[in-house]
């Protein structure tokens, strides 16, 4: 299930963080190659005057290129996270995170976005830095994910003959994330056995504990047992 408000909230930052140091990294490469990138812009018959070409590449080409399409990409594959987080292989948050923030960054070179380079070895080093800049990405992801977000557990006494939905999803003996502080549907579906009531550990609760219809609060990790 995950979350995909944990996601936004989590990807907002980490995607910020992502675009911004890109963007700013490839103007410092461009200024640093300042020589090399006007002499490429001079083989070109558009431009006439390559200083000129030159300040047109720091703005707006880099804000354009550089922070808005990479702030786009980051922050829809955050909202990815949060909402397949559950279902992404990894022990642990960060590592969940690394594989997406690979996976990202598979797709944006796809699309052709390392910056804006002059030669092929501004390119290794646009490319090197946004390696390690997606890695960033994904432990600052993972660290606030895990501030906006809970595990639940759910058990049911007998697995066999009563079932727990939430949000009309069966979450029988799995664990899931959800927001912190949000509200769900719970529902105990018995198949020949009467339910009895629910069982709540840590920061959870339900609004009536023998009804087989409820609602689920979340305020921290716990567990929801049916029995």
Not at 46 to 52: D, F, I, K, R, T
Request: hydrophobic share 50%.
């Amino acid at each position: 299930m995950g979350s995909v408000l944990g996601g936004l909230k989590a990807g907002s930052v980490s995607s910020l963080w992502f675009a911004g140091s890109v963007s700013v990294f490839n103007a410092l490469v461009l200024l640093s190659f300042k020589s090399a990138t006007l002499g490429t812009l001079a083989t070109y018959a558009q431009c006439a005057v390559p200083e000129s070409c030159f300040s047109t590449l720091l703005f707006p080409g880099i804000p354009l290129y550089d922070f808005v399409r990479t702030l786009v990409i980051a922050v829809l594959f955050a909202v990815t996270i949060g909402m397949y987080f559950d279902y992404i292989p990894g022990s642990s948050y960060t590592r969940k995170a690394l594989l997406v923030s690979l996976l990202m960054l598979v797709v944006m070179f796809f699309l052709g976005l390392y910056g804006l380079v002059a030669d092929e070895l501004q390119l290794a080093i646009m490319v090197t830095f946004e390696v390690v800049g997606a890695a960033v990405y994904a432990v600052i992801f993972a660290q606030l994910y895990r501030r906006f977000t809970r595990e639940v557990e759910f058990q049911s006494q007998k697995t066999a003959l009563m079932k727990i939905m939430v949000d009309r999803r069966d979450l029988t003996g799995r664990k899931r994330t959800f927001t912190v502080n949000s509200t769900h549907r719970v529902e105990a579906v018995s198949e020949g056995r009467p339910f009895k009531e629910w069982l709540v550990s840590g920061g959870v609760s339900v609004g009536e504990p023998r009804e087989p219809k409820t609602t689920l609060r979340v305020v921290g990790n716990g567990l929801l047992k049916a029995v």
